[in-house]
């Protein structure tokens, strides 16, 4: 069973980090491209970032640019969300993405996570 | 980058109803346009990708077609379990990826 488990949000304030994960399984994680993309509340969907199967590169929306960081671990089939110097706007349920196509970013989101809920404010 | 204008906002529709949303791009996308469908509380689902193709295991009632500019998702006979929030994105040559604003389908 193909699963993309979110964990890592909660309350932080306004200036703080947080360090998301989301664990996968039931697919070849190494081979495929994985992101980020988040709904504050009531709002529609926000690609935030992505990252090829083999971490070589990294893709960021202009409103996270020098604050956010993506990463991964193949070998824990694991995806990481590094956010720094956090901002009230920065609030919303983040989803873990697989890209439909093997390899490199492509921009085809076909299975998604639950979602974990980060909420900043003082 | 390729901005993204998605319309309605909101529709409301009858069962049975055939329903249209369009999104139009910015620039000349060619058919580098997805379909997610959002229902409450729950993580999006991919229906429609390249504009036009059908995600495995998605009803054949819903559709997509256009190319460049102009993009239609398509509905043929609307049922009570299609409520929710349907959203196209691009994803025209590289990042970043935009989504459009959003319909939320209600019954009438």
């Known amino acids: 069973q193909v699963q993309l488990v979110e964990s890592g949000g909660g309350v932080v304030q306004p200036g703080g980090s947080l360090r998301l994960s989301c664990v996968v399984s039931?697919?070849?994680?190494?081979?495929?491209?994985v992101h980020w993309v988040r709904q504050a509340p009531g709002k529609g969907l926000e690609w935030v970032a992505g990252?090829?199967?083999?971490?070589?590169?990294?893709y960021y929306a202009g409103s996270v640019t020098g604050r956010f960081t993506i990463s991964r671990d193949n070998p824990r089939n694991t995806l990481y969300l590094q956010m720094n110097s956090l901002r009230t706007d920065d609030t919303a349920v983040y989803y873990c993405?697989?890209?439909?196509?093997?390899?490199?970013?492509?921009?085809?989101?076909?299975?998604w996570g639950q979602g974990t809920m980060v909420t900043v404010s003082s | 980058e390729s901005q993204m204008t998605q319309s309605p906002s909101s529709l409301s529709a009858s069962v049975g109803d055939r329903v249209s949303i369009t999104c139009q791009a910015s620039?000349?996308?060619?058919?580098?346009l997805n379909w997610y469908q959002q229902k409450p509380g729950k993580a999006p689902k991919l229906l429609i990708f390249?504009?036009?193709n059908l995600e495995t295991g998605v009803s054949s009632r819903f559709s997509g077609s256009g190319f460049g500019t102009d993009f239609t998702f398509t509905i043929s006979s609307l049922q009570p379990e299609d409520i929710a929030t349907y959203y196209c994105?691009?994803?025209?040559?590289?990042?970043?990826?935009?989504f459009g604003q959003g319909t939320k389908l209600e019954i009438k």
């Open positions: 993405v697989r890209d439909r196509n093997f390899g490199w970013i492509f921009g085809t989101f076909d299975i």
């Open positions: 994105q691009q994803y025209d040559n590289s990042p970043p990826y935009i």
């Open positions: 039931g697919f070849n994680f190494g081979i495929y491209a």
């Open positions: 620039q000349d996308i060619g058919n580098y």
């Open positions: 390249d504009a036009s």
């Open positions: 990252i090829p199967h083999d971490g070589s590169n990294k």
